[in-house]
């Protein structure tokens, strides 16, 4: 994330100028852990509950990834993977191995950086306590490739400070003008509904609570808009409905739903050899277009917009809004700790998958076939079976608090490339 916004700063003048800059500080020094990332397991200092977001106390990046600075939300808007990163959960400097988070940080982008992305990062709570030496920021300027800029189209700064508009201001001879335009400065949460949906995001309370502070301290006239209160559903909507309800709605009882086969059968026709398919973003008026088309009961034709990339995100954005995720909350355990030998692998995931209600299964089972399509073509388009789950995964499932860290994002995307690699067993 800092790759293009750093220097060398031990050869940098203006390094002891930051030196002098002064953070904002903390009413609570004591560092309190957000509750949102605790488990009570952790409480109780019995290690993680397995079904949670964390990684078992025996990983590697255990000690990096329980204080879950670093999430994967989902899509945004514009059909683009969101990694959030939160200042506020950095533990005190001497509390936190720099040099391993940075790993854990490349090792989260390595999953998303061949796709488009967005990058989120939530200022409030970095002190003169837990902010990173000026050296690891060298380190990491040295660390981040081409490949790690390249596709990340947005990144948002959320309540950012004095500081770091001035380390931009400082830095800003060397920040490419291409990449500078892609740097946004977010005064209230309440401004990212326009790139992402923020109930998808796991906001820190600490984070919330400074939003609502600077909200009080505006005068009425000044206040910013609050977000946008969830519309009743239309009469023929069909994004974010459950799929027995749009079973219910199809004058044929299909149970797979009409966006879904809309969109694959004008990709099984026209997507198969695009290179990158599913991992371009595509117009946001677009997509809002044709999602309100839907919801209005009006029919969409994709061969019309001659859009492939418009209809992948389509389909994305349409599993990734259904009220409950496609592989559904209750296999979440299963799949997360899903751990079986390449012998039995699609028996038990045949098994697992049966008990979905009928509707998931068939959509499941449509897409997946899709997807086969899409991988039979990987010379052309790129798109394996382990790109393909890197892509889909976090759309068929996951947690009730809907963001994850990486420990929650690899199992999953390894259960889908799994059931990707022996659907032709699983699906009998």
Known sequence: MSSE???????????AQLG??????????QWPPDESTLSKSETDSQ?????SPHLPGNHPFYDIARHQIIEVAGDDNFGR??????????????????QRLLMYLKATLDQYVESDYTLIYFHHGLTSENKPSLSWLRDAYREFDRKYKKNIKALYIVHPTMFIKTLLILFKPIISFKFGRKINYVSYLSELEDVVKCEQLVIPTRVREYDNKLRASLKPSTQPPTSPPRSPPLPDQVFGVPLSVLRQRDPDGDPVPVVMRDTINFLSEQGLEIEGIFRRSANVTLVKEVQLKYNSGVQVSFRDMEDVHLAAVILKTFLR????PLLTYQLYNDIVNFAVSSD??????KTLLEGLPEENYASLRYLITFLAKVSANSEVNKMTN??????????????????????AIGPINNFTRALLDQQHLVFT
């Not at 809004?321 to 409950?324: A, C, S």
């Open 5 to 15: 916004l750093l220097v060398d700063l031990g050869e940098d003048p203006a390094a």
């Open 20 to 29: 002098q800059l002064k953070l904002s500080t903390l009413e609570d020094q």
């Open 47 to 51: 290690g993680f509950d397995p079904g």
């Open 81 to 98: 993977k969101v990694i959030v990163f939160s200042a506020c959960r950095l533990p005190p400097q001497h509390q936190l191995d720099h």
């Open 321 to 324: 809004e259904l009220p409950e």
């Open 344 to 349: 039995s692998q699609a028996e038990v995931m």
């Open 386 to 407: 382990s790109n393909l789950a890197v892509v889909f995964g976090p759309n068929l499932l996951w947690g009730r608090d809907n963001a994850m860290s990486l420990s």
